[in-house]
């Protein structure tokens, strides 16, 4: 494997099945299986009490699952950032109900309290 060859990173929106609630949660990340399995053991260890963690947990407590939509692929970190804070932008401004703890990208990009 070419170490310099491009390597894709997908940002992907979460959201319950069943739910009305919409899109839940933004991210991004180089395999989407991974770390889909690390978002429900994480939001299953009780002492993770962030908002995404609390809400993945109360659809996994319901009998719900998550479904993951791939919203784009990209080929440089500084990309995914950037279209991660776009639909985190495009998201919050249509009014979903979104549980990301920052406006995204990498680093605390306007934390919430």
Known sequence: MDPDAPTAIFVYALMAIPGADGIRYV??????????KQHIKEAMNPASVTYKCRWIRSVVSSGGELLCL???????????????????????????????GTAGGDGLVNPSP
């Open 27 to 36: 991210g991004k990340t180089k395999n989407v299986a991974a770390r889909m």
């Open 70 to 100: 791939t919203m784009g692929e990209v080929s440089t970190n500084q990309g995914a950032n950037r279209l991660e804070r776009q639909l985190i932008d495009v998201f919050g401004a249509a009014g979903q109900p979104l549980t990301n």
